[in-house]
């Protein structure tokens, strides 16, 4: 079977496995304890404002959540818990090829690839996401 395609980018992530295509705006919403991600978190954000972190991609790193967001530590715990939720969505691929930003810093690209060692899937691939969306043009 062939690797499925993550593309990574802080507002949308998109995932492509064989027929499917998910996508899953980058919003997390608190409710009862538990974090709804994605197209759901981002119906209920004007009902529940207080919880919802919309940052959390962009701000990936292990430093403590200011203001606190329930259970999650910090923005890694909630990138963890959106690319769970995706997996589970697409049908749980086995293997990923990641397409991220070039604006990612070293820190949060080491630390990306360090949470996606703790999900169920494998990556098997790693482009700038630029760059792959250029290359059918040239």
Known sequence: MTPALLD??????????????QQSPGYALLRGGQYVYGNEARAAARLEPRNINTRYWWQ???????????????????VHGHLQALHREAGEP???ILAVSGSLQR??????????????FE???LVNRSVALASPVA
Do not use: M, Y
Request: aromatic fraction near 4%; glycine fraction near 8%.
């Open 8 to 21: 990574i980018n802080d507002s949308n992530l998109q995932l492509w496995h064989g027929d499917r295509h």
């Open 60 to 78: 990936l790193n292990t430093d403590a959540l200011q203001p606190a967001f329930g259970p999650a530590r910090h923005s890694a715990d909630l």
């Open 94 to 96: 086995s293997e990923v």
């Open 107 to 120: 820190e949060q690209l080491s630390l990306l690839l360090g949470i996606i060692q703790a999900c169920p």
């Open 123 to 125: 990556a098997v691939g």
